[in-house]
């Protein structure tokens, strides 16, 4: 059997663990070749792809990105998108397709799955963690660490100044990010997409921090919105799945915050740097363990599914499962870590 593997959407930690263990156990225990599609979907797409052996998946589970290259081309908006697909992968004889990526490379999958017959099987990765039917997405662990030692640091400089540091992170429609982070690191403000913000209510809290002779840290999510507004967008351009590109809710927070209380305010982005680097343990431990089982759905035939971590088990469920609806913060978990506000 030859199996194509490919790496779509944002890059993150932990996608080349994935890709080693898939070739590893592929080719020792189960004899199969493998070949890599370069920059998720444009790889079968335009019949993009390289070997892939042993030699070539060693040495890169500490390795951040992922050696396959990643993009957002979705094949359902190209010129007879499926038709090239079908082409390219009957070109390079595969035989089956693992796809490793997020909510749009894996409702891809779902749809050539569903509607096409194309046997493929699912792999879930965003450092969001907004993917339902798993309990983690490998790259969140990585990121938050990356977040939590950003807000550490900011502690001390904001506190130095005596400045309000609003910390803008990653989640569009989801704050596991802001929320994990943000209680990590002591925040004195979170605020997530799933629940629109008071300005007035935020500022409160800056007032109280600094009563209490502490410079305040607000930890936001690039996806919050006022309740009195929209979502802050970097642009009006709209990627080949329909979303819009985010950033700027930090900067307007903080420029709101210095006019209506008065004190200084800066803005620290941390976007892309969440992404990057070296995949933490747990990051290589849960992608290694995905890799390692969906080798096996391939082996089973269990087309359709997608692996997923419950609990500490490796369990498969559908990918259409997994793409119909986000995993989004619950109420009463955000409402637990108010307490810490202000």
Known sequence: MRVGVLTGGGDCPGLNAVIRAIVRKGVQEYGYEFTGFRDGWRGPLEG????????????????????????????????????????????????????????????????????????????????????????????????????????????TTAESHMRVLVVEVMGRHAGWIALHSGLAGGANVILIPEQRFDVDQVCAWVHSRFRATYAPIVVVAEGAMPKDGDMVLKDGTLDSYGHVRLSGVGEWLAKEIERRTGKEARTTVLGHVQRGGTPSAF???????????????????????????????????????????????DPALYAEVGVFFG
């Open 48 to 155: 993009i792809a390289v070997p892939l052996d042993i030699p070539a998946v060693r040495g890169i589970l500490p390795r951040g990105g992922t050696i396959l290259g990643s993009s957002r081309t979705n094949p359902f908006t190209a010129d007879n998108g499926v038709r090239r697909i079908r082409e390219n992968l009957a070109k390079y004889e595969i035989d089956a397709l693992i796809a490793i990526g997020g909510e749009d490379t894996l409702g891809v999958a779902a749809r050539l799955v569903d509607e096409h017959g194309v046997r493929c099987v699912g792999v879930p990765k965003t450092i969001d963690n907004d993917l339902s039917a798993t309990d983690y997405t490998f790259g969140f662990d990585t990121a938050v660490g990356i977040a939590t030692e950003a807000i550490d640091r900011l502690h």
């Open 283 to 329: 990051d290589r431990w849960l992608a290694t363990r995905f890799g390692l089982h969906a080798i096996d759905a391939v082996r089973d035939g269990d087309w359709g599914r997608m692996v997923a971590l419950r609990g500490t088990d490796i369990v498969r469920v559908p990918i259409s499962e997994a793409t119909a609806r986000l995993k989004t913060v």
